[in-house]
């Protein structure tokens, strides 16, 4: 099998211009980026195509370190609603530098069913989130400005919450002393990094409606809090129309095409294990503007990128999916089903029968959201027939729609079953609406209790001294009408990541609360998850290369 980036090169790129005229984007707004990216203005958005446009969503089960696949199955599905004759278009997130050169790799899609050029994709596209990075350390550099020129004054900070970020994975950095040194050097202080995809910034860019909404957000970003107890904003630095202008040129989606010529949006890149893992409201509501069918993901599995998507994005966009597509591996599977991760190749039936199980929690809540949905079982070389007929009869028995799907090997052809299933889906019994895991008007230890023990399944709730204060300060200030974020591994229901399958009754531990009033979500930080990733021992960084002036190694 050839690599990823083999098979990109492979393909010869159609100007960017010629996809987008296709859909009807308008060719002379473009603003171009070298001949195979461009970016559409805002202006481009009709709030009347997008209420009917059919949004679909790709989630998946708790996935395994070699992950499920969901970016190459949406990037297949869409392409496959194409060839079968419909109009559709992708909203996908861009990918962050730390995975690329750290465990992960790329996040283009694989094999045949990839978005294109995958190398500037992955490395630093348009801009963005430099662009994010920037926004996010010149509020640091003002703030820290400000502390240093009221040293001496009253109206300084009693304690400051906005740290710094990058978008490379470095643990050394998480907590650190600035300040050191002479006087002019500044004032002594702690603080640390956090990953560009965990920034308010990456939130507020994902979330924001127009440039308008983008400024509003930035200006109510709290910095930290006043000597007298009151909150300290961007607002009150005076610098938000500073961060617009970096932010100008970003905010903007950035529009690239699949392997196939199938158009895809590819903005904003929040994690959804540390932040609400979701593309931009932008993105997703310019594609469904102009295509009768999107195809978008939520990182992760289904407990934290669809609950994410449906509870934040969705409420806060006004847009909800007509049907959910639930990924699923047979590697993942057997990993649930308690096999050890190093021998999920191997064949194991009943492994797979006891990780079903896990794919039925994630199936029975987003039914219990309101979401119909269809199972697909995305298919890697050493799967058998035998084995992926066990999962077929699963979802039979439960009456779930089933379509098996190779988008690796063999692209939009490999998905063309799933796209029936899908559009048969829409058509018979569509989603009518969300039902949230929580109200607004619900205070932020019952939406905290409600998500916890509804959707993950735990058995008991524990808020940590730090996680007390915070919802102190929170209910003082008025911000408990915002939705909650939970930062949590991804590879369990519970904090614990070796918890794999279906864990009951656990106890979920709250560490801390961050108040993202910007984003207008408020961020809680369960078990020992990290919001700046450490390197594993022999970092994709090691295997990428520039050989004979082409890059190497990027998959």
Request: charged share 20%; glycine share 10%; proline share 3%.
């Amino acid at each position: 099998m050839k690599s990823d980036i083999e098979i990109s090169r492979e393909h010869k790129l159609q100007r960017i211009g010629k996809i987008a005229g296709k859909y009807g984007i308008p060719v002379d707004e473009l603003e171009y980026y070298g001949k195979y990216i461009a970016k559409v203005p805002l202006a481009c958005i009709d709030n009347r195509k997008v209420e009917q446009s059919n949004l679909i969503l790709v989630t998946a089960i708790s996935p395994t370190k070699a992950g499920i696949g969901k970016t190459t199955v949406s990037i297949g599905l869409s392409m496959a609603l194409n060839r079968i004759g419909y109009k559709s278009l992708l909203a996908l997130r861009e990918p962050s530098l730390g995975p690329c050169f750290g465990m992960k790799g790329g996040a283009a899609g694989g094999g045949y069913s990839q978005v294109l050029p995958m190398e500037k994709i992955n490395l630093h596209f348009t801009g963005d989130f430099h662009a994010i990075t920037t926004a996010h350390n010149m509020i640091t550099a003002m703030l820290d400005n400000y502390i240093y020129q009221h040293r001496d004054e009253c109206t300084g900070l009693r304690e400051v919450y906005w740290k710094r970020v990058m978008d490379i994975n470095d643990r050394n950095l998480r907590y650190i002393v600035t300040g050191l040194g002479a006087k002019t050097n500044g004032v002594v202080s702690e603080s640390g990094f956090d990953i560009t995809p965990a920034s308010e910034i990456m939130a507020i860019f994902c979330l924001a409606q127009d440039e308008d909404d983008l400024r509003r957000r930035i200006e109510n970003i709290l910095l930290g809090v006043t000597i007298d107890d009151k909150p300290f904003t961007v607002k009150d630095l005076g610098i938000a129309g500073a961060i617009c202008a970096l932010l100008h040129d970003a905010v903007a989606p950035n529009f690239v095409q699949t392997i196939e010529g199938t158009g895809a949006f590819v903005h904003g890149g929040p994690f959804a294990n540390i932040a609400h893992g979701c593309n931009s409201i932008i993105a997703t509501k310019m594609a469904m503007t102009f295509s009768d069918y999107v195809v978008t993901e939520a990182g992760f599995g289904a407990d934290l990128g669809a609950e994410k998507f449906l509870d934040i994005k969705c409420r806060k966009a006004g847009i909800h999916p007509r049907v959910t597509v639930l990924v699923a591996t047979l590697k993942g599977l057997k990993m649930n089903g308690g096999m050890p991760v190093g021998a999920i190749d191997e064949k194991n039936d009943e492994a797979i029968r006891r990780g079903l199980a896990n794919l039925d929690k994630h199936l029975s809540n987003l039914q219990s959201m309101g979401q119909t949905v269809v199972v697909t079982l995305n298919r890697f070389g050493t799967d058998t027939d035998a084995e992926i007929r066990i999962v077929a009869d699963h979802c039979a028995q439960l009456g779930v729609g089933f379509a098996e799907n190779n988008a690796y090997m063999q692209g939009g052809e490999g998905t063309a079953e799933l796209a029936r299933l899908v559009v048969k889906a829409i058509a018979k019994e569509p989603s009518r609406g969300i039902k949230f895991a929580y109200s607004e008007d619900d205070d932020v230890q019952t939406k905290i209790n409600k998500i916890a023990k509804n959707i993950y399944g735990a058995g008991k709730v524990i808020f940590r001294p730090a996680a007390m204060k915070a919802l102190e300060q929170i209910e003082a200030w008025g911000m408990s009408s915002y939705p909650v974020c939970i930062a949590k591994t991804q590879y369990s229901f519970s904090d614990d990541s070796k918890l794999y399958g279906v864990p009951t009754n656990f106890t979920f531990t709250i560490q801390d609360l961050i108040v993202n009033a910007g984003a207008e979500m408020i961020v809680a930080v369960a078990g020992e998850i990290m919001r700046m990733p450490g390197l594993p021992r022999h970092p994709q960084a090691e295997r990428i290369d520039v050989v004979n002036g082409r890059i190497e190694g990027l998959e």
